[in-house]
């Protein structure tokens, strides 16, 4: 690490103590006043309100402490609380015996302390240099019988304050660039051993998304099932049973009036090819031929140049793409794509598609009108069924007057 570094280094461990010296001092009246709240729980009934009030506003504090935490360590710090109920009596007990709460609370203990030790030695990184530089510059204004002390030598002139200042300044240096960051490193190494959930607790909660993933997937399998009997019923088996009584009155007219069951056999030749149009179309909503044939890119590439407004399409290397997570993604570009042409009135959109690590990344964009309000079509929470029934994710952002933004990141690998 070279002298710059070092240096951003202390400064940033130093920052990072003299927020936690501050915070420590801020959490140090804390076990009191939780202590107040119990008090008045045994005094009357005003602690029921008034314990879960507190215990949720340490919750919160925890929070920020795991966020500054996250920060400074560079990943985040998992936290697992329960649901809250409603209700005053469920509430408190929820609080009261959340794992968690009990979490907060060693933290609280552990942060008063650790919090104020640590960080002052924060304050000594920061303020040392200049301090010293003022204490060499105005040595001579302390009473000759009480003279200034630097590094415990007393200062009776100049060459002493020079020297003695010289060699503070380095202790000062070291204190920024070693000490400050080990201190920093130990205090946030801590915080997350207190504030994390443990284990078990995230595979649990790993274990509850995947549940609902789960179900969301068999729901979504379900009404495509549906879709595709419905569409099966409504349009192509009605057009089959049209064409075999035409067929019947074709046999019927044979006989008697050829001319007529010429024309009839016509129709029933268009009638036919009619069927066939539908039942491709069909076809294609289960697994777009397309798809197979020209990839995702081809086929984002042919939905894009499809769209009635001008779309600009980005695709990265894709590797290899599971064919669930390629037809999902081509389902939320063709949704997203037919929501831009119908509802956005935009003059262009982007849709970028890449892959960052193991997951699928898709972006798109249009400039239109924004406010999308997803409770007043269906297509939207498709596409959020869709991918959650793969454990993906999903974030819309559409501000009246826009723009629209689509993000999906869809799982490759398990
Ligand atoms: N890109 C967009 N720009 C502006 N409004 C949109 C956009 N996409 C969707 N909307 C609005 O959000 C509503 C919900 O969309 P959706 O769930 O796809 O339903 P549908 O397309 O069947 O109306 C639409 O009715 C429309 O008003
Ligand atoms: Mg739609």
Same mark, same amino acid.
């Given at each position: 690490m070279g002298p710059r570094e070092r240096l951003i280094t202390g400064l940033r461990a130093a920052r990072y103590l003299v927020v936690a010296l501050l915070t420590g001092v801020v959490t140090a009246p804390m076990p009191m006043l939780l202590l107040g709240a119990c008090m008045t729980l045994a005094a009357a009934g005003a602690g029921f309100v008034l314990l879960p009030r507190a215990l949720l506003v340490l919750r919160r504090w925890a929070g920020l402490a795991r966020r500054r935490t996250g920060s400074y360590l560079g990943e985040p710090v998992p936290s697992r609380y329960r649901e809250l109920p409603a209700g005053v009596g469920a509430r408190f007990r929820a609080v009261l015996t959340d794992p968690a709460t009990r979490r907060d609370v060693g933290w609280m203990f552990a942060h008063m302390f650790a919090g104020i030790g640590l960080g002052a030695v924060g304050v000594f990184a920061i303020g040392g240099a200049p301090v010293t530089v003022l204490q060499m510059a105005l /040595? /001579?204004? &302390?009473p000759a019988d009480q003279p200034l002390t630097l590094l415990a030598v007393p200062v009776t002139g100049w060459g002493i304050a020079l020297g003695a200042g010289t060699a503070q300044l380095l202790v000062c240096a070291a204190l920024l660039a070693w000490v400050a960051p080990a201190a920093a490193g130990v205090h946030a190494r801590m915080s997350r051993a207190l504030l994390s959930a443990s284990p078990a607790e995230q595979l649990a909660e790993r274990v509850d998304v995947l549940t609902e993933s789960r179900s969301g997937a068999l729901e979504a399998h379900a009404a495509e099932l549906r879709r595709i009997e419905r569409d099966l019923h409504d349009g192509t088996q009605a057009q089959l049973v049209a064409l075999a009584m035409r067929l019947g009155v074709v046999e019927r007219a044979m006989t008697h009036d050829p001319e007529a069951a010429m024309r009839l056999l016509r129709e029933a030749q268009s009638g036919a090819e009619e069927a066939m149009a539908e039942l491709r179309g069909v076809v294609r909503t289960i697994y777009p031929p397309i798809l197979a044939d020209r990839g995702l890119d081809g086929a984002a590439e042919a939905l894009a140049a499809r769209c009635p407004v001008p779309t600009r399409l980005t695709v990265d290397r894709l590797g290899r793409v599971p064919a669930a997570v390629e037809s999902t993604a081509y389902f939320v570009i063709a949704e997203a794509l037919t929501n831009i042409a119908k509802? &956005?009135? &935009?003059?262009q959109a982007e849709v970028g598609i890449r892959r960052e690590g193991t997951v699928l990344l898709i972006e798109l964009t249009d400039d239109g009108i924004g406010g999308v309000d997803e409770s007043r079509g269906s297509g939207i929470a498709g596409i959020r069924r869709r991918v959650a029934a793969l454990d993906g994710t999903m974030r819309l952002t559409s501000p009246a007057g826009g723009p629209t933004t689509l993000e999906v990141t869809l799982p490759c690998e398990s």
């Open positions: /040595w /001579w204004l &302390a509802h &956005a009135v &935009a003059e």
